[in-house]
């Protein structure tokens, strides 16, 4: 298969997913998330052994959703939207291979979700991430009150949460949101330095080890909350001034 918006390449058995908006700092629409799912899943279906999750050009990893397509959503719509990129955090976390996030840049919001769903996380010296949702009126959406605790612990996942903090790449790294940082010139060759490393694992015994891994987070109760959640935050005057106000490129004023 093949999309607009979403590259899948392969070395060996290692499957690369790019995100390739670069002019939108590879933000998710509909279009590019349902691409992005299906090649989550013919990654799978031609049995990589290796997932790497990435983002196209210099200044992004996925600097987030689409706020101009979320901002006049119903919560109908909304909760559509949200199943949509529960559909594919959960495939990355279910990836029956290791799957690594190369955050090169910005990863905000959904962006940010998206690479906490995968299994390890490489940063850039330039990364800048966050779940910045708060300044939009609603709440991360895809996930991320539930895997940003897990990774960063509680009192962190509230700041960054209810403040909207963005860590930079140090940070993240001595927080646990990152596994690692090397210099930006160097990122790519480190992607694939990991990816080879992995690759060349006993494949029997990594997807044992990620599945034994994931029973300590098999509740689901928490996924399900947020999910309604975050749809019932849309049309509430909160939600309609933070995505106004951001789209037209202002400060909000939230009542």
Request: charged share 25%.
């Amino acid at each position: 298969m093949s999309w607009d918006t979403v590259g899948l390449e392969w070395s060996a058995d290692i499957a690369t997913v790019t995100v390739d908006r670069p002019d939108a700092l590879n933000a998710l629409n509909v279009e590019t998330l349902e691409a992005l799912g299906e090649a989550v899943a013919e990654a799978e279906a031609e049995g990589a052994r290796v997932l790497v999750l990435r983002g196209a050009g210099e200044d992004a990893f996925i600097a987030g959703a689409d706020i101009k397509y979320m901002k006049d959503l119903s919560t109908q719509e909304a909760q559509a939207w949200g199943e949509l990129g529960h559909g594919v955090t959960d495939a990355l976390e279910r990836f029956p291979a290791p799957t690594v996030a190369v955050v090169d840049g910005y990863a905000f919001g959904g962006g940010c979700e998206m690479a906490m769903a995968c299994d390890l996380r490489i940063g850039s010296e330039s990364a800048l991430i966050g779940n910045t949702e708060i300044d939009l009126g609603i709440i991360p959406g895809w996930g991320g009150t539930q895997r940003l605790p897990r990774l960063v612990g509680e009192e962190t996942a509230k700041r960054m949460i209810y403040l909207g903090q963005r860590l930079d790449a140090e940070t993240a790294l001595e927080e646990g949101l990152l596994g690692e940082v090397v210099p930006d010139e160097e990122i790519d060759d480190r992607a694939a330095e990991l990816a080879a490393d992995l690759a060349a694992k006993p494949a029997f015994a990594l997807r044992a080890a990620k599945q034994a891994i994931a029973q300590g987070y098999s509740d689901t109760a928490g996924l399900d909350y947020e999910k309604r959640t975050f749809a019932g935050l849309f049309g509430t005057p909160d939600q309609r001034e933070g995505m106004a106000a951001f789209v037209e490129n202002r400060e909000a004023d939230f009542e």
